[in-house]
């Protein structure tokens, strides 16, 4: 179930953040503005501006596949340096084919696998906690945060847009 969680699910919400930003891009040339001014948009002083949300969301979706699959070594290394819509798009493109290339069967001990990170000085979480309490709600909220400052700029998106397509069935 981890790897449901993770592979498909981020790389889903990652594709959809592409898709808003085209329509970011679409919304910046209607309107006769550069789309830089959107990239550096925030909703609050305080809160990280549109591209490092983005960065964020990536960094979330690859670092918390790399460590419950303990492959850090292979997650694609980015330098934070992106300052145009095609280098931030670039960067997604690049964390949804890492998220790719894992296979399910490499998720098979992260649930009971220990994980840490520097900022939390040797202490640790299991896999399955460090997914659930970490990882799925810090990518959500960025990954929802460039939808609300897209939204609060004016960008003509909306719930649908957030959630992409869904797996809809006919009645049986």
């Given amino acids: 179930m981890i790897y449901q969680c993770v592979v498909p699910q981020f790389t889903k919400m990652l594709e959809n953040l592409l898709a808003i930003l085209d329509e970011a891009e679409k919304f910046a040339e209607a309107k006769k503005f550069d789309v830089g001014v959107l990239l550096q948009s925030r909703l609050a002083p305080d809160q990280f501006a549109l591209m490092r949300q ?66 939390w000085k040797d202490k640790t979480l299991s896999g399955e906690e460090f997914l659930i309490q970490h990882v799925m709600p810090n990518f959500y909220f960025h990954a929802t945060m460039v939808h609300s400052i897209l939204r609060h700029n004016g960008v003509g998106i909306g719930k ?11 009645p049986a």
């Fill in 160 to 170: 649908s847009s957030y959630l992409g397509a869904m797996p809809f069935r006919d």
């Fill in 54 to 119: 983005i960065q964020v969301a990536c960094d979330t979706a690859k670092l918390g596949a790399a460590r419950l699959t303990d492959t850090e070594n292979s997650a694609p290394a980015h330098d934070d340096s992106e300052a145009t819509l095609a280098e931030i798009k670039a960067r997604i493109a690049s964390v949804v084919t890492y998220l790719g290339g894992l296979a399910p069967e490499a998720f098979a001990a992260a649930a009971e696998r220990r994980i840490s990170q520097p900022r």
